[in-house]
């Protein structure tokens, strides 16, 4: 009797350590791979090293596509080598401000990507901006094919039309959409996935995805359901105002991932970042 009791009590102490180790777990912030940061060193950054990479920790980023420009912050966060983030460096076609009207029809530009590339870590080009026919510039073509040589995405701040265009350039060409498209209808952001299957859609400042009261929308909802592997979340951090209020991103995107069912909204927190950018 007082050692069936006694099993009685081993095992309650058991399933108390099992509930609270799901509770913990439960109340455990789901991860977010940001998939659009930038670090920019213009001349210096607006938080050091050590105040970013506690910034990712206590809000449980724990990966980054890393931008900068010019692209001195993506080297440092590269050589920081932090433990529990994964560091995916982008190439900023960018020296100053300025040449984001200009890149795409700068030779320069296309030296500086080729020079960055020698680095040997980076994993593709962007952000930059590019928009309607501007992406029929013979450089632009030049780096596009530059990149599907050498195994490398693109992160394209741009309409549709250009995005059409950088797919002519080379179908094998792999893209990140970044903002989706701002406030694009959902029906032709759907088309543009349906008919470029190395299309992902990145989502900062993307507009309707919730309503007033933080509800996700139907059109939304039924997006992530249909497309669940081809959306990233990301920060956007290029301006300091981003930075100063990186916590509210993050929740604000917690906010409306706790709405969908967990496997599709894991993917889109991070699975889907990881799955791109896993080891060569």
């Known amino acids: 009797m007082l050692r069936g009791a006694h099993h009685l009590v081993v095992a309650g102490i058991a399933a108390l350590a099992a509930l609270a180790s799901w509770s913990a777990a439960a109340a455990e912030p789901i991860e977010i791979f940001d998939a659009h940061l930038h670090y920019n060193w213009e001349p210096k950054p607006f938080y050091q090293p050590d105040e970013v990479l506690a910034l990712f920790r206590k809000h449980h980023v724990t990966g980054i596509l890393a931008t900068s420009r010019p692209n001195t912050g993506?080297?440092?966060?590269?050589?920081?080598?932090?433990?529990?983030?994964?560091?995916?460096p982008f190439i900023r076609p960018y020296r100053v401000r300025p040449d984001i009207?200009?890149?795409?029809?700068?030779?320069?530009?296309?030296?500086?990507?080729?020079?960055e590339f020698k680095r040997g870590y980076y994993r593709g080009i962007g952000e930059f901006h590019l928009h309607g026919k501007a992406a029929e510039s013979e450089w632009v073509?030049?780096?596009?094919?530059f990149a599907v040589a050498n195994d490398l995405y693109?992160?394209?701040?741009?309409?549709?039309?250009?995005?059409?265009?950088?797919?002519r350039h080379n179908p094998r060409a792999r893209i990140i959409w970044a903002h989706t498209g701002f406030g694009l209808a959902t029906d032709r952001v759907a088309e543009m996935l349906a008919k470029c299957p190395?299309?992902?859609?990145?989502?900062?400042?993307?507009?309707?995805?919730?309503?007033?009261?933080?509800?996700?929308?139907?059109?939304?909802?039924a997006l992530f359901?249909?497309?669940?592997?081809?959306?990233?979340?990301?920060?956007?951090?290029?301006?300091?105002?981003?930075?100063?209020?990186?916590?509210?991103?993050?929740?604000?995107?917690?906010?409306?991932?706790?709405?969908?069912?967990?496997?599709?909204?894991?993917?889109?927190?991070?699975?889907?970042?990881?799955?791109?950018?896993?080891?060569?």
């Open 198 to 221: 190395k299309l992902w859609g990145e989502l900062s400042y993307r507009g309707g995805i919730v309503d007033g009261a933080g509800k996700l929308t139907p059109e939304w909802r």
């Open 101 to 115: 009207q200009t890149w795409f029809s700068d030779p320069t530009i296309f030296d500086l990507i080729q020079d």
């Open 74 to 88: 993506t080297h440092v966060l590269v050589e920081r080598k932090a433990d529990g983030l994964q560091v995916v």
């Open 141 to 145: 073509k030049k780096m596009v094919d």
């Open 154 to 167: 693109l992160h394209a701040h741009s309409d549709a039309e250009a995005v059409e265009i950088l797919m």
């Open 225 to 280: 359901e249909r497309f669940p592997d081809r959306f990233m979340l990301g920060s956007d951090t290029w301006i300091s105002e981003r930075w100063a209020s990186y916590g509210e991103i993050m929740a604000g995107y917690r906010g409306w991932l706790d709405q969908l069912a967990p496997d599709v909204a894991a993917k889109i927190a991070h699975g889907n970042a990881r799955a791109l950018f896993a080891a060569r």
